[in-house]
């Protein structure tokens, strides 16, 4: 390796020398030499870095822009919801008056007619017994009657032609013998005046003719009797009242029959089939339950405040979930006396806890509508809730 020497570098001949700077012009030599380091082109990693720090702080500002409007947009919407005026409306659920239908008088029951769900039409056949002794009663008494009727016609009927004849030939023997003896008594007074005949004689004839005109007129009393029924009045009345008394047994029986097959009262759907053939039922005790239209009604709650608004007769609307909006029913019932809101009702606009009891009917085409124990909301109509915001604008 060949080592040069080092050679001292001299100053060039034609440079003048360098003057001295003040301490203003070395300040700003010193600001305009930084500012050219800064206008310098960086490195391609420093770039990279100031790049992604102006997006992540451009993103953040962006992200707390949309909560901003999000809270505003929400605290908005509270604020609406909490000073916006509250429907009027109260909560309630259906219900219905069933028909328990079971028999009149105690029985084997032999078939049932129905099923649940099924409708039925007023006097449609629901259930039978047995009607084996019912009907052995019933001849029983069209055979009674049949007898007090012809006792009755037999009194009222004159004699018979035979005992007619029979009678009016009695009496013919009868009459010829009371004359027979008045002429043995004429002859007898005579010969007792001439000494022919004794007295003892006529009186004896005397008493047989008596005795004989004492018939005549027994027989003639008889026969006037068969011949004409005024003479028996008395027995006719009692007979009479014998015949009643046998077509009320008749009736009786005609009628316990007819309870052997018992029929839809009226119209509607069997909602239950409490007993089944076989099964001996009281007098009573119910054996299908019927649940006709109109008798579903929708019960409800309302406060002390709004009983002056609603009275009997007055329309509200019904809502429910599977109904469509327009279903309205009548109020018919108001109870006379407050009572507490029943735990079932429960609703958290409400502040009232005494409220009173109400009964609205559905419309009788709508009433199909609502099922027992299904939840109903009750609304007034609007005239009630116009007065309720008339209040509330006179309030403020």
Known sequence: MINVPATESKPSPKSAPAET????????????????????????????KESAAEQHGGGGRRWLVILLVTGAAAGAAIWFLTHRPS?????????ADFIKVGPTQQGLLTEVKVNRGDLVNAGDLLFTQDDVADKAALATARHQLDQALERLANLQAPGRPSEVQRAEAELADSVATRERLKGDLDRAQTLVKSGAETVQNRDQ?????????????????????????????????????????????????????????????????????MARPGETVMAGAPVVSLLPLENIFVRFFVPEAMLIHLHRGDEVQLLCDTGPQDLRGTIDFVAPQAEYTPPVIYSVESRAKLVYMMQARPRPDQAKLFKP????????????????????????
């Open 21 to 48: 700077k003040t301490h203003a012009e070395q300040t700003s030599d010193h600001a305009n030499t930084g500012k050219r380091q800064d206008d310098a082109p960086k490195p391609r990693k420093e770039r990279d």
């Open 87 to 95: 429907r009027v409306e109260w909560q309630g659920y259906a219900e």
């Open 373 to 396: 124990g299904q939840p109903v909301t009750v609304r007034p109509i609007e005239k009630i809730e116009a007065k309720e915001k008339d209040g509330d604008e006179r309030k403020r």
């Open 205 to 273: 004839i005397n008493g047989n003719y008596l005795s004989a005109a004492a018939r005549v007129r027994a027989l003639e009393a008889a026969l006037a009797r068969m011949r004409d029924t005024t003479g028996r009045e008395s027995e006719i009345k009692a007979q009479q009242a014998a015949v009643e008394a046998a077509r009320s047994d008749l009736a009786r029986a005609k009628w316990r029959l007819d309870q052997d097959r018992v029929v839809a009262p009226k119209t509607g759907v069997i909602a239950d089939v």
